[in-house]
């Protein structure tokens, strides 16, 4: 595998499921990072992980938690979703250095709540 | 605010035809800028960065973007559309040197680019 994969690539799920999604990078980067993808709305930044430690939380709904158990791997567990919480939810990762790195980006997993 | 802002929603070209795509950007400072683009049901691939240093930067896929700093902008070109760059484009801004942004990326709109043979 190269790159940023996620899984699964297509999620439904009912409002009561727990679900998680899954981030690997395979790019040796020391950051990760979750994003929501909405349709007729930017991008916007949910988490971010850099050396392992959570940074920055982006007013983001309790019912998203990340997990970040080493450099390479990113969960993101969901409980409780509304039908709005249906999007693409998109993971990036880069190597920080003195701020001029540059975000690469899985696929995505397009989620739906029903 | 900082933001990035992208004025047009939708462009259509003819292939072989030159394009443009616009980006305006609100910093204090000059910030890090970049251009991905986005293929349906795919994630974001990046096409070109500015850092810093020479104001034309060239990409992959014959893209290059050029910053200004008078006009705020950095607008994404190429020479001759091929049917294959039909897509949805985002320009994105960070703070940049001397910026604390824990690598926080501002994301523009989105621009859909449609090639017409």
């Known amino acids: 595998e190269t790159g940023v994969t996620q899984t699964p690539r297509h999620l439904v799920m009912g409002m009561t499921n727990k679900k998680s999604l899954k981030c690997e990078q395979h790019l040796g980067h020391n950051a990760m990072y979750w994003y929501k993808q909405s349709a007729k709305k930017p991008l916007e930044l949910m988490f971010v992980?850099?050396?392992?430690?959570?940074?920055e939380n982006n007013s983001v709904p309790s019912r998203f938690s990340p997990e970040c158990p080493n450099s390479s791997h990113l969960f993101l567990h969901l409980h409780t979703l509304q039908p709005e919480d249906s999007a693409l939810y998109l993971c990036a990762s880069s190597h920080r250095l003195a701020g001029r790195d540059e975000q690469f980006f899985g696929p995505g997993t397009r989620l739906t709540v029903l | 605010a900082q933001s990035v802002t992208q004025p047009d929603i939708h462009i259509t070209v003819s292939e072989g035809a030159s394009l443009e795509l616009r980006c305006n950007y609100s910093y204090g400072a000059t910030p890090y800028l970049f251009w991905y683009v986005q293929s349906p049901g795919q994630g974001l691939q990046l096409l070109l960065k500015?850092?810093?240093?020479?104001?034309l930067v060239q990409g992959i896929k014959g893209f290059e973007a050029e910053f200004k700093r008078s006009q705020s902008s950095f607008n994404l070109r190429k020479p001759s559309v091929h049917w294959s760059d039909a897509a949805e484009y985002f320009c994105a801004g960070k703070p940049g040197a001397g910026g604390t942004s824990y690598g926080k990326l501002t994301f523009g709109q989105g621009t859909i680019l449609t090639v017409h043979p």
């Open positions: 500015y850092f810093s240093g020479d104001t």
């Open positions: 992980y850099s050396l392992e430690e959570r940074v």
